[in-house]
């Protein structure tokens, strides 16, 4: 089994050389489980490195009137959720991602919408390293509030078995182009 390192490296090559968009339908999946659950606090990730690009579902959620939110990293290694409009400046972060500036108002998402390199049949995911969204979840969970959370990714990122520790979140759901699950 390759170590989480050998496989982030793996799946960032391979997200790079593989990508590709996809039309709105796609996150049609999506859109009943939000329905369903209905739930109006959505968070996303704003896309970089060949990630699923959330903008297209910012705009159908935007016209749907839900509340959307991105992350922000903060010095103390917290994460939090800022709220967002499609056309609200967004900064550049240490590590390079686009988040919102500090003047906005927080947010507690219902469902967070999780990036991650690679997955597997268990819901497990792989990250970029720094665990940012499980001590989020960890600590949210703790503080008995609940949320959905949501992966997006090819379904070329399905890798047989993540290898994981005590501190990594399963996520509840995983949208790829073959289908949610």
Known sequence: MFSKEKLRKKFTALRKNKYFTFKPSFFNPLIKVIKYKKENKI?????????????????????????????????????KFINWKIHDPLIVNKFGFLEPTVSKKNVNPNIIIVPLLAFDRFKNRLGYG????????????????????????????????????????????????????
């Not at 499980?134 to 090819?154: E, M, P």
């Not at 005590?166 to 509840?172: E, F």
């Open 130 to 181: 720094k665990g940012y969204y499980d001590k989020f979840l960890s600590s949210y969970s703790r503080r008995k509030k609940s949320v959905l959370t949501i992966g997006l990714a090819f379904s070329f990122q399905k890798y047989k078995k993540i290898p994981i520790t005590k501190s990594d979140i399963k996520l509840d759901y995983i949208l790829t182009e073959k289908g949610i699950f």
């Open 43 to 79: 968070s996303l990730y704003y896309p970089s490195n060949y990630e699923v690009d959330t903008l297209i579902l910012a705009k159908i959620l935007n016209k749907k009137k839900f509340t959307i939110s991105l992350p922000k990293i903060f010095k103390n290694g917290r994460m």
